[in-house]
């Protein structure tokens, strides 16, 4: 069980360059969302989805599209980065139930130029 | 729309000692979660305990307890017995799963160092 997989670890864009956070899960959860983590903040959602095919907005989606065409893969698209988008991703799944907890991948680090 | 405030940027703790890191939240939920998760140098986020709002009881996770204040919207972390190991940042976090959406609400976290 690999758990909440991300990739890249570390990416370095340039403005107006478009790329694609990967997160991927092994544990059938139906429930997988993004987070961003910026200096002295908490982790904020910028989008989550409930189930492959349906996806939502969270608080600070401006500037990123997801899809969620299995439950395994939940990719974040950057289409037009912008140096404000400088920040850490976390990917997040959580099963169903309420005696779970949410899984947290290990994060990308992105730095727009 | 909910809130959750951590009150201290940092903290500083003697090894052995212990230490009570504060948050306080504002919901009109009456069924949700509240979490303190750990965040070392290494950047993973680690779940430390979980509250369930509707628990009376406190709960608690070998060295780590809560104080949980319902009423008064209130949920500090107890760290007894401090290790080095528990240098990190440290986040409160607010949780509804009504309709299933299980978005988090994070405080902006307390940095807690361990001096030896």
């Known amino acids: 069980n690999a758990g909440v997989t991300q990739t890249p670890k570390f990416q370095v864009l340039k403005t107006g360059q478009s790329m694609t956070l990967q997160c991927a899960q092994d544990?059938?959860?139906?429930?997988m969302s993004w987070y961003r983590q910026d200096p002295g903040m908490g982790l904020r959602l910028i989008h989550y989805?409930?189930?492959?095919?349906?996806?939502d907005q969270g608080e600070v989606p401006n500037g990123y599209n997801v899809s969620r065409s299995t439950t395994e893969d939940f990719p974040l698209r950057l289409l037009s980065a912008a140096p404000s988008q400088t920040s850490v991703y976390f990917c997040?799944?959580?099963?169903?139930?309420?005696?779970?907890?949410?899984?947290f991948g290990p994060g990308t680090r992105l730095t727009v130029l | 729309a909910q809130t959750v405030t951590q009150s201290q940027p940092e903290m500083s703790v003697q090894e052995a000692e212990t230490v009570t890191l504060s948050c306080t939240y504002d919901?009109?939920?009456?069924?949700?979660?509240l979490f303190w998760y750990k965040q070392p140098p290494s950047r993973q986020m680690i779940l430390v305990i979980r509250?369930?709002?509707?628990?009376?009881q406190n709960a608690t996770e070998n060295r780590f307890s809560v104080n949980f204040q319902k009423a008064a919207k209130s949920f500090s972390l107890k760290i007894s017995d401090s290790q080095l190991g528990d240098a990190a940042m440290y986040f409160c976090?607010?949780?509804?799963?009504?309709?299933?959406?299980?978005?988090?609400?994070f405080g902006k976290g307390t940095k807690l160092s361990v001096i030896p």
């Open positions: 989805s409930v189930g492959a095919g349906i996806t």
């Open positions: 997040a799944s959580i099963g169903a139930g309420y005696t779970d907890t949410q899984y």
């Open positions: 919901t009109s939920e009456s069924d949700y979660y």
């Open positions: 509250q369930e709002a509707y628990k009376q």
């Open positions: 544990m059938n959860h139906e429930y």
């Open positions: 976090a607010y949780e509804y799963s009504g309709a299933g959406s299980y978005q988090l609400t």
